[in-house]
Structures are given as structure tokens and as C-alpha cells.
């Protein structure tokens, strides 16, 4: 039976044993229950098994009778975690009884905080607005999906979901109530006049002009009793800690007993650690935060209804909406340089640039971090990083973006001239730390199996002879094997020739000969030494002073990494999780080289944000613990000289250029700080040197 109620559409709350029998539990028990009931007076309670995937599985036509969802916003479930860990759920949606987790199905992710009862809301794609990651909560106080994958659903057409959990490491229980089916949101109007969300309210909400300057007040006040740490230098380097050589700029050396030493073929047998040293020969452990700057837009095009307000021509706050043609958009609005101008008036750039310095040094970070604006590097104020990315002539397709074609004779003339131009400015600054080039390259697929680890040579392969990589690969192959008959036998594929295997695709079966995977991995490797050594090559002869600090790995095939390790100053990785696992990442204690962190953050759905980034928390405060155990994690791994928040602003709340709008600033649109994250930020940040002195001690 369905209830109706306020135009939502009820599917269960399990207060008869017909409703329970409705539910087919696969590798967990279920039982009616009269605790943490939310709607009427029972609930369900299930007990998750110890196997991939235990679920309880709703079936169109036995659980719920209407498949045609069109009318709706998303899924509703109330869930109380009976665990005292956060546990996290996962919801699919089938469209198609030949769903198979990728296919006609899509499925969203949450974590559930310990021993609470919460909403867990799955949103449909007809509650996101267009160009936006994610759209305004579909219930108040509710826990929203914002992690979904898959394909998007034929809401006319819905057959199945279900409440699952991966892998639980034991049995787990879970009450599950009132599920439901919630209205689609109205998206007229849900952006105010200063970019935020108009239909909610919360700490640091501005209502008026008047509040930002109150604020602006406060935080003055705040900062003159929060000044930067004493035992810093002028670079953020330790002022108390030994004096190492100083070269003028900033470089890499590990370090045992404050002495300067070559690092253990394993960093696990020494007892030293990595470091950043100053130009002054300081020891420097990198604290940064990406995206310090004020110019991320969100377009504007068939997009005005989101808007309650926007200024008119004439108005002085029309500056701040502007043409750019990108990305098939040709107008866009950028609500946080409008407050800033609101907040400090006609000097607002450089007021935005003083407040923002000191703010930094007062929370306690050192780094200017990737994708920030020149005029804060010009500053000289806190070291710098510089992105540079190439732009090659020649790329093909991989399985989530275009990798450059390394072995296009023209490769190295790109590396040459992009390089030459973006240290120009930088090359002679002690300030500047090193570059990163690239970022998140693909060089593999997402998942561990092998099809995704070498995605990278399979789709060399799968191109024609007009690619320069495939050209290379073949000639490396037909310079092993001699006769195509030795290839097809060892790779168990037919072949007519070398011509053959060079001019057309060839496609490569899932279940790969041991002898083809150790050719596509010698392939990634001959691949990945010409990508780093031509930049390397490039970096060194123009600004040979500063670091490499490599490209900034999301997908890591340890043959890449080990190759960037020859060639790179600092091996890079951006790291989006809760902590740093010092067991995943033991294999840095054998690089032979520092690491760092380009890339982590966290983010959650309290203070009027639509989505929570890449790792969701519960609220502000879970985001400063949860930056505190983040930097203490990766403490304890010596290759480790230093990690980067992403980013200092909140992204628009109607998207930027690819639709992310994320709580994952230090500050929100109205340049307001989350107090409770920056005060966390400054707690551990302060305790840096501290901490590690008993590394090398």
C-alpha cells in the first residue's frame, strides 16, 4: 500500500509483516522492531554479513507497485547507525533488471555517523540544477548523496533498489524506517543577492550590507590577538629547529639528528625523514591551501531564474558579471569578488590581499598553493608554487580524459616553449618553491584490476598507425618478438602482420597472457621515462634552481610512480580521503625521493552548500577534526614534506566552469571563515614543528 502525504509517496515503514515480507535481505537478517521507529510505530532492523555486498533489495511489483518516478525529487530513508564507528551506506537504483552496477542503475554513497539517527536523501537528477554538481536539499536537517555514480535513470521506468554495504569487515546493524519518495525541488530564486543559498539559514549567513563589515570587524579584532607562530622564519621555515646549507632557494634533504644525510633504501629502518629546506636553510614542512584567488565565476546563460537578484547595468556590482566564451557559455557572474567589493570597497583587491596574507600566517600555512593568483606570489609574503601545464600536439583517449601523445616528435617543442614562458617571472625568486606540471594525468583507470592499471598502452593499441604512440609501441614489440607469429603466441591474439597489428585498432581481451601484461607494463614505463624526462630536461634548463615537483598523481601505477621518482624532485599525489593509511602508502618510504601532497579536503552540507566535495563530513566542526587527523596522518610518514588544502573559497553555489560547487573553502562567498575549520587548521598547523621533532631526535 502507498500513503501520499504532502506530495510525498510513502514505500514502507514496516509496521505489519506483509510490509516486512517485502523486503528480500540477501546476506543480512531483518526483523521488525519497535526502537528507533520515526514513522508510525516499527522499524526494520537489519544486520549486514561479512561478504562483498549484503543488501535488502526492494523489487517492483512485491515492495512497491509504482515503477514511474518522474514526479519525484529523490529517495528517503531515516537509518540509525547502531554502530559506534561511522559505517557507509550505499543506495542503488535499477531502471533495468540487467543493471549491473555500472549500467542501467545508479547508485550514491554516504556515511553515517555512530549510534544517530539520520535522513539519508538520494537525489535524482531532476533535482540538480543544470551546469551544478549539486542541487538545494530536497529535505531540511537530511544527510544528502552527493557521491553518486553510474548512469542517469529512466525515472518512467524504475524496477528495483536497494541499501547495501561493500565489504563490511564485520557484522554490522543498521534500523531502516520510513521510506519514501520526496518532492522535486523549484529551483526559482534559490540563489540571493550575495550568492548564497535563499531558503536556509546559518552561522555567518549575510542579510545585509552591514553584516559584512560587522564581520570584517570581528575578524580584525580576531587577528590582532592570533598573530603568526614565533617559531617560524620568514619563509614559514623552523626558526628553532638546526640550520641546514642554505643555497638561496628552497630544496629537499633528509635528515637524521638535525644533520643533513643520504636517506635508507627504506625510510621504515631509518630514523630521520624527509624535508623542505629554505632558502635560508631552515627546515620547512609545506602547509598549503590551493586556489588562493578571487575570479572563479559560475555562467550565467539560460541559468537567470536561479537567481533572485542580479545587478543592474548600470549598477557599480555590474562589473562582476562579465562575457568570457567558454565552454559554450558567454556570461558569467562572480558573487565572491562582488562581496569583496562590497566588504571593502573600491581598494578591493588589494584589501582582499592583505586580509588574505594574514590570514594565512595566522592560521598557520606557508604555501600559496597550485592554481593561485600571481599577484598573491607577487606579494612575497608566503612561498609560492607555480602550475605549468602542457599544451601537446597530439593526444588520445583514455578512460577518463586525453593523455598527451609523448612520442609526437613535437612533444619536446611544447614541454620547451610552455616551460620557458611560465618560469619567466619566477626563476630568480627564492620565494618560489618549484612547479608542478600536469595535473592528475590518466595514467591509468580508476579500478585495481588490470584492464584499468594498463589502460594507458591498451588504448595505444587501440588506435591506428597516424598515432606516434602506437608507432613506438610497435617497433619496441617487433624488436622483441622478430616474427608476428611469436607476438600472436604470446599475447594469444591473431594478427595477419606487423602492418597489420600498426594500421588498424586492435582491442585486447579482458583475461591477458601473463606475457601481454608484461609488455603493456614495460610499454607504461618506456611511456612514462620520456614524459618525465623531457620535462624534467625542460624544467632544469630554465629554472634550475627550484623544484620538479612532479604531476600531481590521482590514478598511480607503480611503474609511473617509480620512473617520476628518477626523474622528479619531489613525487607529487593529491590524496582525497579521510587519513593517509600509512600501509597503502609505504611504498613512499622506498622512492628514494620526498613526496607531497597536492590535493585533500573535506566538506559538508550545514551552512547552505549544495554539495561536499570529494570526502563529506557531518558539519564544520567534523571538518576541522577531520583536517586535524588528515596532516597528523601524514606526519607519520617520513617520505612526506608536506600537504595542500583544495581550496581557499568556496566553489560558486551554482557551479564553476565544470559544474563542482563544494564546500571546501576556508571561506565562504561572503569571505566569511569557517571558524570552526580554521581554528582547528591553526591548532595543528602550530604544532608542525613540534610534532616532528621526534622523528630526527
Not at 562589473?319 to 562581496?339: D, E
Not at 569583496?340 to 588589494?350: A, C, I, M, S, V
Not at 549544495?610 to 610518514?637: C, D, I, P
Not at 588544502?645 to 571563515?673: A, H, K, M
Request: charged share 25%; net charge neutral.
Amino acid at each position: 500500500m502507498f500513503w501520499v502525504i504532502n506530495a510525498v509517496l510513502l514505500l514502507n515503514s514496516f509496521e505489519s509483516r506483509a510490509d516486512v515480507a517485502k523486503v528480500q535481505p540477501n546476506n543480512a537478517s531483518i526483523v521488525q522492531v519497535s526502537s528507533n521507529a520515526t514513522h508510525g510505530r516499527f522499524a526494520l532492523r537489519v544486520e549486514f554479513k561479512t561478504v562483498q555486498y549484503p543488501n535488502i533489495y526492494f523489487r517492483v511489483g512485491q515492495a512497491f507497485d509504482k515503477g514511474d518516478w518522474r514526479e519525484f525529487g529523490g529517495l528517503a530513508v531515516d537509518v540509525t547507525n547502531l554502530e559506534s564507528e561511522p559505517v557507509s551506506l550505499f543506495i542503488r537504483i535499477d531502471d533495468d533488471f540487467a543493471a549491473d552496477g555500472r549500467v542501467h542503475c545508479r547508485t550514491g554513497r554516504t556515511s553515517l555517523p555512530p549510534k544517530r539517527t539520520v535522513t539519508v536523501v538520494m537525489p535524482f537528477q531532476v533535482s540538480i540544477p543544470p551546469g551544478m554538481r549539486g542541487g538545494p536539499p530536497l529535505l531540511p536537517n537530511s544527510l544528502t548523496m552527493t557521491d553518486t555514480y553510474g548512469s542517469d535513470l529512466d525515472l518512467s521506468h524504475i524496477v528495483a533498489f536497494q541499501l547495501f554495504l561493500v565489504s563490511p569487515q564485520k557484522p554490522i546493524a543498521l534500523t531502516v524506517d520510513n521510506i519514501r519518495l520526496v518532492p522535486k525541488p523549484n529551483f526559482h530564486g534559490i540563489v540571493d543577492r550575495y550568492g548564497q543559498y535563499a531558503h536556509g539559514d546559518w552561522k555567518g549567513k549575510v542579510k545585509s550590507d552591514g553584516d559584512l563589515r560587522r564581520q570584517l570587524q570581528e575578524e580584525e579584532k580576531w587577528l590582532k590577538f592570533h598573530l603568526p607562530f614565533s617559531d617560524r622564519d620568514e619563509f614559514g621555515g623552523w626558526l628553532k629547529g638546526p640550520k641546514l646549507k642554505a643555497t638561496g632557494f628552497f630544496r629537499a634533504a633528509y635528515v637524521v639528528d638535525g644533520m643533513e644525510t643520504e636517506p635508507p633504501a627504506n625510510l621504515q629502518q631509518g630514523r630521520g625523514r624527509w624535508w623542505l629546506v629554505t632558502p635560508t636553510g631552515r627546515l620547512f614542512f609545506s602547509l598549503g591551501v590551493d586556489c588562493v584567488r578571487y575570479d572563479e565565476s559560475s555562467p550565467l546563460d539560460n541559468r537567470e531564474y536561479l537567481f533572485s537578484w542580479l545587478p543592474e547595468p548600470n549598477s557599480p556590482l555590474a562589473q562582476f558579471i562579465y562575457r568570457w566564451h567558454f565552454l559554450g557559455y558567454t556570461r558569467w557572474v562572480n558573487f565572491y569578488a562582488m562581496n569583496l567589493f562590497r566588504k571593502y570597497g573600491e581598494d578591493w583587491q588589494r584589501k582582499w590581499l592583505d586580509v588574505t596574507v594574514k590570514r594565512l600566517l595566522s592560521w598557520g600555512f606557508n604555501t600559496i598553493g597550485n592554481w593561485s593568483s600571481a599577484e598573491v606570489f607577487r606579494a612575497r609574503k608566503i612561498p609560492y608554487v607555480v602550475p605549468i601545464h602542457i599544451s601537446a600536439h597530439t593526444y588520445f583517449q583514455t578512460a577518463w580524459q586525453r593523455m598527451p601523445d609523448v612520442f609526437d616528435g613535437r612533444f619536446s617543442e611544447a614541454v620547451e616553449q610552455t616551460i620557458a614562458s611560465a618560469v619567466r617571472e619566477w626563476k630568480e625568486d627564492p620565494w618560489c618553491i618549484g612547479y608542478f606540471v600536469d595535473n592528475e594525468l590518466s595514467w591509468s583507470g580508476w579500478g585495481s584490476d588490470l584492464v584499468n592499471r594498463y589502460d594507458l598502452p591498451r588504448r595505444v593499441l587501440a588506435n591506428d598507425g597516424n598515432l606516434p604512440s602506437k608507432r613506438e609501441f610497435v617497433r619496441l614489440l617487433r624488436a622483441k618478438y622478430g616474427e608476428i607469429e611469436r607476438l600472436n603466441e604470446a599475447w594469444k591474439i591473431k594478427v595477419a602482420s606487423w602492418e597489420d597489428l600498426l594500421s588498424r585498432p586492435i582491442g585486447l581481451p579482458e583475461q591477458m597472457t601473463d606475457e601481454c601484461v608484461a609488455d603493456l607494463s614495460e610499454f607504461l614505463t618506456h611511456f612514462a621515462r620520456r614524459y618525465f624526462s623531457v620535462v624534467r630536461d625542460a624544467l632544469k634548463r630554465h629554472a634550475p634552481n627550484q623544484l620538479y615537483l612532479g604531476c600531481r598523481f590521482a590514478p598511480k601505477p607503480m611503474e609511473v610512480v617509480k620512473v617520476a621518482a628518477e626523474f622528479c624532485d619531489v613525487v607529487s599525489f593529491n590524496i582525497y580521503a579521510r587519513t593517509v593509511d600509512e600501509n597503502e602508502w609505504a611504498f613512499t618510504n622506498t622512492l628514494g625521493r620526498p613526496c607531497i601532497i597536492g590535493e585533500f579536503h573535506f566538506g559538508a552540507l550545514d551552512r547552505g552548500m549544495f554539495h561536499t566535495g570529494l570526502v563529506a563530513v557531518e558539519n564544520q566542526a567534523e571538518r576541522g577534526k577531520a583536517y586535524q587527523a588528515y596532516v597528523r596522518s601524514v606526519w607519520k610518514l617520513p617520505a612526506f614534506v608536506g600537504c595542500h588544502w583544495f581550496q581557499y573559497v568556496d566553489e560558486p553555489l551554482t557551479g564553476r566552469f565544470d559544474g563542482e560547487n563544494y564546500n571546501i573553502g576556508l571561506v565562504s562567498v561572503v569571505d566569511y571563515p569557517y571558524w570552526e575549520l580554521v581554528e582547528a587548521a591553526r591548532r595543528t598547523n602550530g604544532q608542525v614543528y613540534r610534532q616532528l621533532t621526534s622523528i630526527w631526535r
